[in-house]
């Protein structure tokens, strides 16, 4: 497939300039109840040193000559705009890097780090919301000192990768969602190059920068991401399955016009008495809490058992028994209607699963608006759907077929058939969601990734769970186990593709309220269901049932 693509867009109205860094800032934050379309969180300190570095290889010495003499050079079309030596920094990081930084014409920025001890290993991490940033291996304080590296590279002795997705959130004139729809050139590679370029890009220069350290090509190649980077990784299994051994793809759905759809569904209904209030789906959020909590054995504030929370919202509705009394808190009827809708299937009224419907999280329907109308723009064009009143005009049955349309010829949504026959090949594919997820649907998410099994068994694959496998983080909100060091998801895929350990279980480690807690992460439709005795805080206390 070609990695140039491009497709007219209406120019886009000065009033809008502002938008960008609001909706391109909400791609930040981690586990828990978040509303964004999350990157990964940041890199904790690596616990561990790094795996020794083969024999045959380089010398520091000469490593360190190549980062001195690669800045300036053009290199698979990107070209090197500075580098960076980064010596040993126990316990951080046991072995020296260079940082190699470059950029492609229009916005694209690109992050390679290459490790002194090389293991042989090519990872590269997808980003989040509309991007806009680089995430980064490394992270650092506010005067610049490394506090932390990615255990990719510290802990598994890989070369990092990492790009912007193709606009700058920084610069609100190169900033995403609204310099796709601004009528230029630049615009539209910018969306082509989110939609799917700027991943072969990244690959590319970050191949040909490891060959120019190393004289070899990786031996192991691998993609991560979760959110917008689960996106990526589909795209990669998609566009260049031979590239890659090992896919880890977090909180997407396989079907971004489906849930493009969903999401502008409920952002049409606002200003409407069918519109929910952050208080109110807060409060609903809370009730939903409180009656499915014990379902997996424990009363430990999150829903660990979301397949058997079947609480039903019209118990909210103003003048119930068991509704607040505060007006501001309890549902009207059209807002209860609203939120059972969330909680259902949305069809086509030829019967037609748009998308299946949410789990219980905290924050349905919220900032869902800002998130369908960048995929609308990219799909359509047309910078009117960043707006709420083109918003308020969607209408399911029509923009839905305009929205897969759209987004498929811009490579920004997902080829089944494609990815099952990545699977089928025999390279290894985790799928996994949060299990609270408010913005994107973990039940749309396990029945694509179904119907990709389905079609993966169909090109020959006799058994589909020897290649892919699909997980709930419990309890969740978005993004929420995304980080290496909530969730090992390293050592899941490398295990699977380089030993043939295929994963069974692994655990969520995370804080809750001030207290760390740790819990497995099972094989859906398994979840993790107390034992009935121990600490409630310790995966041991649970098994996957």
């Given at each position: 497939?070609?990695?140039e693509?491009?497709?007219?867009?209406?120019?886009?109205?000065?009033?809008?300039?502002?938008?960008a860094?609001?909706?391109?800032l909400?791609?930040c934050?981690?586990g828990g109840?978040?509303?964004?379309?999350?990157?990964?969180?940041?890199?904790?300190?690596?616990?561990?040193?790094?795996?020794?570095?083969?024999?045959?290889?380089?010398?520091?010495?000469?490593?360190?000559s190549?980062?001195?003499?690669?800045?300036?050079?053009?290199?698979?079309?990107v070209?090197?705009?500075?580098?960076a030596?980064?010596?040993?920094?126990?316990p951080?990081?046991?072995?020296?890097?260079c940082q190699?930084l470059?950029?492609?014409?229009p916005?694209?920025?690109?992050?390679?780090?290459?490790?002194?001890?090389?293991?042989?290993?090519?990872?590269?991490?997808?980003?989040?919301g509309f991007d806009?940033?680089?995430t980064?291996?490394?992270?650092?304080?506010?005067?610049?000192?490394?506090?932390?590296?990615?255990?990719?590279?510290a802990?598994?002795?890989?070369?990092?990768?990492a790009?912007?997705?193709?606009?700058?959130a920084?610069?609100?004139a190169?900033?995403?969602?609204?310099?796709?729809?601004?009528?230029?050139?630049?615009?539209?590679q910018?969306?082509?190059d989110y939609?799917?370029?700027?991943l072969?890009?990244?690959?590319?220069?970050?191949?040909?920068?490891?060959?120019?350290?190393?004289?070899?090509a990786?031996?192991?190649?691998?993609f991560?991401g979760?959110?917008?980077g689960?996106?990526?990784?589909?795209i990669?299994a998609?566009?260049?399955?031979?590239?890659f051994?090992?896919?880890v793809?977090g909180?997407e759905?396989?079907?971004?016009?489906?849930?493009?759809g969903?999401w502008?569904?409920?952002a049409?209904l606002?200003?409407t008495?069918?519109?929910?209030?952050?208080?109110?789906?807060?409060?609903a959020?809370?009730?939903?809490?409180?009656?499915?909590?014990?379902?997996?054995?424990a009363?430990?504030?999150?829903?660990?058992?979301?397949?058997?929370?079947?609480f039903?919202?019209?118990v909210?509705?103003?003048?119930?028994?068991?509704?607040?009394?505060d007006?501001?808190?309890?549902l009207g009827?059209?807002q209860?209607?609203?939120l059972?809708s969330?909680l259902s299937?949305?069809?086509?009224?030829?019967?037609?699963?748009?998308?299946?419907g949410?789990?219980?999280g905290?924050?349905?329907?919220?900032?869902?608006?800002?998130?369908?109308?960048?995929?609308?723009?990219?799909?359509s064009?047309?910078?009117?759907?960043?707006?709420?009143?083109?918003?308020a005009?969607?209408?399911?049955?029509?923009?839905?077929?305009?929205?897969g349309?759209?987004?498929?010829r811009?490579?920004?949504?997902?080829?089944?058939?494609?990815?099952?026959s990545?699977v089928?090949?025999?390279?290894?594919?985790?799928?996994?969601?949060?299990?609270?997820?408010?913005?994107?649907?973990?039940?749309?998410h396990f029945r694509?990734?179904?119907?990709m099994?389905?079609?993966?068994k169909?090109?020959?694959l006799?058994?589909?769970?020897?290649?892919?496998?699909?997980?709930?983080v419990?309890?969740a909100?978005?993004?929420?186990?995304?980080?290496?060091q909530?969730?090992d998801?390293a050592?899941?895929?490398?295990?699977?593709?380089?030993?043939?350990?295929?994963?069974?279980?692994?655990?969520y480690t995370?804080?809750?309220?001030?207290t760390?807690?740790?819990?497995?992460v099972?094989?859906?439709p398994?979840?993790?269901?107390?034992?009935?005795?121990g600490?409630?805080?310790a995966?041991a206390?649970?098994?996957c049932?």
């Open positions: 497939m070609r990695d693509k491009k497709e007219p867009q209406a120019l886009l109205p000065k009033s809008l300039v502002l938008l860094v609001g909706l391109a909400q791609g934050g981690g109840g978040g509303n964004g379309f999350l990157p990964i969180p940041a890199p904790a300190p690596a616990p561990a040193p790094a795996p020794v570095a083969p024999p045959s290889g380089p010398t520091a010495e000469q490593l360190k190549t980062c001195n003499t690669l800045k300036g050079q053009v290199v698979e079309g070209t090197i705009t500075a580098t030596r980064f010596e040993p920094k126990a951080i990081y046991t072995s020296g890097f190699v470059g950029t492609r014409a916005f694209l920025d690109i992050e390679i780090d290459v490790p002194d001890n090389w293991t042989g290993r090519y990872w590269q991490q997808g980003g989040g806009g940033r680089i980064s291996v490394v992270t650092t304080d506010a005067g610049g000192a490394v506090t932390a590296v990615s255990p990719v590279l802990l598994k002795g890989a070369v990092y990768a790009s912007n997705g193709g606009n700058r920084s610069v609100p190169q900033a995403a969602p609204v310099v796709w729809g601004n009528g230029t050139d630049e615009g539209r910018s969306a082509t939609a799917y370029a700027a072969g890009t990244t690959l590319r220069f970050g191949k040909a920068v490891t060959k120019a350290f190393f004289g070899t990786p031996s192991h190649s691998y991560n979760c959110s917008n689960g996106r990526n990784a589909y990669a998609q566009r260049w399955p031979q590239e051994d090992g896919i793809s909180c759905t396989m079907d971004m016009a489906g849930q493009t969903a502008l569904r409920a049409s606002t200003g008495p069918a519109a929910l209030s952050p208080p109110q789906t807060s409060a959020y809370a009730a939903a809490l409180s009656a499915c909590d014990a379902l997996d054995g009363t430990d504030n999150l829903i660990g058992n979301p397949q058997a929370c079947t039903d919202p019209a909210l509705e103003c003048g119930q028994p068991g509704a607040s009394t007006p501001a808190i309890c009827t059209a209860v209607g609203t059972k969330f299937e949305l069809k086509l009224q030829n019967g037609s699963t748009v998308l299946s949410y789990s219980w905290n924050g349905l329907g919220l900032g869902w608006g800002g998130l369908g109308g960048g995929f609308a723009l990219l799909a064009g047309d910078p009117a759907w960043l707006t709420p009143g083109k918003q005009l969607f209408q399911l049955d029509t923009d839905y077929y305009m929205l349309a759209g987004l498929a811009i490579g920004a949504d997902h080829d089944k058939a494609a990815i099952a990545y089928a090949s025999g390279r290894k594919l985790i799928s996994w969601h949060a299990g609270s997820d408010a913005l994107l649907s973990p039940n749309d694509n990734w179904t119907t099994t389905g079609l993966a169909s090109a020959g006799a058994d589909p769970n020897s290649a892919t496998r699909f997980f709930i419990p309890g909100g978005h993004g929420g186990g995304g980080s290496l909530e969730v998801w050592s899941a895929i490398m295990g699977w593709v380089e030993k043939g350990d295929a994963p069974t279980q692994m655990t995370f804080t809750a309220g001030g760390a807690r740790s819990m497995p099972c094989q859906y398994k979840y993790p269901k107390y034992n009935g005795s600490d409630v805080n995966a206390s649970y098994a049932s």
